[in-house]
C-alpha cells in the first residue's frame, strides 16, 4: 500500500463526519479514524463512531483523550482569574462548546499523519449551516494547510499536506444526498447533543433540528432513532 | 486588568521557555504559564516548571495532559499497519520526539487563549541551535499566526492574536545573557533529556552540551547543578 492513498479522516461518530469517511473511502482512500474524548456528556457519539469505523472497515480507528473543559473551567470558577464577561460567557458558551476546536483536532491529526507519514486529512467541516463558526469557512482552512505545510518536514520536503473539506459548500440535505448514494446508513449516526445511552435522539435539540429539516428537503426518509 | 497586558507563556520548565517568561514580564504582562504532561521520561522538567512559575509569580500555571506517544507506540508496534520504514524510524525518532510538537502545542495555548480573551501568546522557538526542525522558523510561526487569528472569533472580530518568539534569532549565548540581565536564576531550569529525581543534569546529552557551551560563551558561570 503507498501513502498516497492513505487518509486520516476526524470521525465524531455524526452524520457530517461519516458522510466524510465515505467520500474520502469513494476517492480511494484507505482510511485512519480519529476520534475524540474531550469530556462529552454522554457516550453515543463515540460509540456511534466505534460501529461506523468498524462498519466501514477503517484500517484504524483511534480515540484520542484531550480534556480542553479543563480551560473552561478554570475561567468560570476560579475568582482569583480576571475574566470581567465570566457571568455572560456561561451563558453564551454551549455545553458542547470546545475552545479552538478545529485547529486542536486538526493539529492531532498531524501529529498522526506525521507519523505515519500520510499527506492527507478529511475533515466534515461546513460553512452553510453553521456559518458562525470562524473555524469553519475555506479560508480559515486555507490558513490551516499552509501552515502545515511548514510545521513538518514531509510539507518542507515537498509531500504536500493537504485538508479536504468535501462538505464545505453543501447544505444538510445535499450532504444526506451525497452520503445515500455512497450507502451511508445514517441510523448509526448520532448527532443529538442529548441522546441516550442507546445514542437514540432527542429530536428536540437544534442539532436534531437542522437533521430532520436535512431529509425533509433531501427527500429521504429519516431513518434516525428517536428516544 | 486589562486584557491587553495578559499572554500565556509555553513553559516547559527549560532554559528557552524561562527565559521567555522572563521576556513577557519585562515587557509588561500578566502571565499565564502553559506546560505539557506529555508523556514525559522524567518528572524533573514539570517539577522545574512549577518552581518557576511560583518563582516568577505568574498568574496561573496550568499542566496539561495530552498523551501524543499513543500514535508513536501504533505506528511502531501494529503490525497490521503498513509503516515500511518502522525499524529506521524508531532508531531516527529521539526519545523525547512529539510529532507537530510546537502545532499542537500552539493549538492548545490558542483553546485557552479563546477561553481568557487573551491576544498574546509567547514562546520560546529557536531557529538558530535547532535549525533542522520546520516548526522553529519565523516563516511557521507567521503561518500560525495567520491561521490563528482565521480560527476564532476574536481574530476574525479584529483583537488580533499574536505569536511572540523573543527568541528565535538568539545563540543560546545570547539567551543566557538576555535571561541574566533580567534577573533570571538559570540553576531552576532543567534542560537534560536524562535528569535525576532532583532535577540533576547528566552534563552529557545533547541538551547538557548546548546549554554548558552557551554559557561558556557567554561568559557567565553555569549554575546548572550536575549529577
Redo the contacts between chains.
Keep these: ?1 503507498s501513502q498516497e492513498n492513505k487518509a486520516i479522516v476526524l470521525l465524531s461518530g455524526g452524520l457530517d463526519s461519516t458522510t466524510t469517511l465515505a467520500v474520502a473511502q469513494s476517492q480511494g482512500f484507505n482510511c485512519y479514524a480519529l476520534s475524540f474524548s474531550y469530556g462529552q456528556r454522554h457516550d453515543a457519539e463515540l460509540n456511534a463512531a466505534k460501529k461506523i469505523a468498524t462498519l466501514l472497515s477503517v ?2 480507528h ?1 480515540i ?5 473543559s ?3 473551567g ?2 468560570l470558577t ?1 475568582h ?4 470581567p ?1 465570566a457571568h455572560s460567557q456561561s451563558q453564551d458558551i454551549p455545553i458542547t462548546y ?7 483536532f ?3 491529526a ?8 500520510i499527506n492527507d486529512i478529511f475533515i466534515g467541516v461546513n460553512a452553510v449551516d453553521y456559518s458562525g463558526y ?2 469553519c ?1 475555506g ?2 482552512i486555507k ?2 494547510e ?3 505545510n ?4 514531509a ?2 520536503e515537498g509531500n504536500k499536506l493537504s485538508i479536504h473539506t468535501p462538505l464545505i459548500d453543501l447544505s444538510k440535505a445535499e450532504i444526506i444526498k451525497l452520503g445515500s448514494t455512497l450507502g451511508v446508513d445514517y441510523s448509526y449516526t448520532v448527532s443529538c447533543y442529548a441522546a441516550d445511552a442507546q445514542g437514540k435522539a432527542c429530536g428536540n435539540c437544534d442539532s436534531c433540528h437542522f437533521r430532520k429539516q436535512g431529509f425533509k428537503e433531501a427527500g429521504i426518509a429519516d431513518p434516525t432513532l428517536y428516544i
Design positions: 500500500m484500517v484504524e483511534k484520542f483523550d484531550i480534556d480542553l479543563v480551560f473552561k478554570s475561567a476560579d482569583s482569574i480576571d475574566v464577561l470546545v475552545p479552538a476546536r478545529n485547529t486542536v486538526l493539529s492531532i498531524l501529529a498522526w499523519a506525521e507519523v505515519l507519514k470562524p473555524d469557512r479560508e480559515y490558513a490551516y499552509c501552515m502545515a511548514l510545521a513538518t518536514k510539507g518542507v
